[in-house]
Nanobody, 119 residues
């Protein structure tokens, strides 16, 4: 079953903004935290932001101050507001349930959504 669906990516210029959405099944969403991960060309997938069910957040240093993660528990949806985008933010972005240590918990990844930052 498709239980993670990411959307909202696209092509933007440096300094631009995008808002990503992740629709998750209730069984995934109901655990302690959700995270946004990204995989850039030639690099491994990394956690960029996470949010607990209570709304506590943390961010990778590379995106701190520029990205904001949020969640709508009623809609089983996680968002990632990305501002001041940089070319190095170019990656496929994925969501998943996140262990407090930041590791993904659900073994099946969604399709992800491509974010390309280029002039």
């Amino acid at each position: 079953q498709v239980q993670l669906v990411e959307s909202g990516g696209g092509l933007v210029q440096p300094g631009g903004s995008l808002r990503l959405s992740c629709a998750a099944s209730g069984s995934i969403f109901s655990i302690n935290a959700m995270g946004w991960y990204r995989q850039a060309p030639g690099k491994q997938r990394e956690l960029v932001a996470a949010i607990t069910s209570g709304g506590r957040t943390n961010y990778a240093d590379s995106v701190k101050g520029r990205f904001t993660i949020s969640r709508d528990n009623a809609k089983n949806t996680v968002y990632l507001q990305m501002n001041s985008l940089k070319p190095e933010d170019t990656a496929v972005y994925y969501c998943n349930a996140a262990h407090p240590r930041g590791t993904p918990l659900y073994p099946y990844w969604g399709q992800g959504t491509q974010v390309t930052v280029s002039s």
